[in-house]
Nanobody, 126 residues
Framework: QGQLVESGGGSVQAGGSLRLSCAASGGTYMNSYMGWFRQAPGKEREGVASISRNGSPTYADSVKGRFTISRDNAKNTMYLQMNILKPEETATYYC????????????????????WGQGTQVTVSS
């Protein structure tokens, strides 16, 4: 229970794309809403996107129209497709899960989450 493993980070030029994946243990995935967060050196962790148990997404204003969060129930995996990346988005990206009885809840607030992955580095060069 509670295991989250991110993958897909890397280095890309400004304007490029990356897709992050977050594989979760079955119990964690099916009963949780999930989110993506990022943290740059010297900055607070910020919410990027979140998705409810029934697949409804929400995004930080800074990424709307460029990032897409999704989840594949058959694979217990969540994704973050990131397009038109900017240098200021260089950070460690984390996935997180929060157990919830609600099919509709989602959140961009880090303190609300129960479980965290180890993080994957995204570097965007100008």
């Amino acid at each position: 229970q509670g295991q989250l493993v991110e993958s897909g980070g890397g280095s890309v030029q400004a304007g490029g794309s990356l897709r992050l994946s977050c594989a979760a243990s079955g119990g964690t995935y099916m009963n949780s809403y999930m989110g993506w967060f990022r943290q740059a050196p010297g900055k607070e962790r910020e919410g990027v996107a979140s998705i409810s148990r029934n697949g409804s997404p929400t995004y930080a204003d800074s990424v709307k129209g460029r990032f897409t969060i999704s989840r594949d129930n058959a694979k217990n995996t969540m994704y973050l497709q990131m397009n038109i990346l900017k240098p200021e988005e260089t950070a460690t990206y984390y996935c997180a899960a929060k157990y919830s009885s609600s099919m509709y809840s989602r959140s961009l607030v880090a303190s609300e989450y129960d479980y965290w992955g180890q993080g994957t580095q995204v570097t965007v060069s100008s």
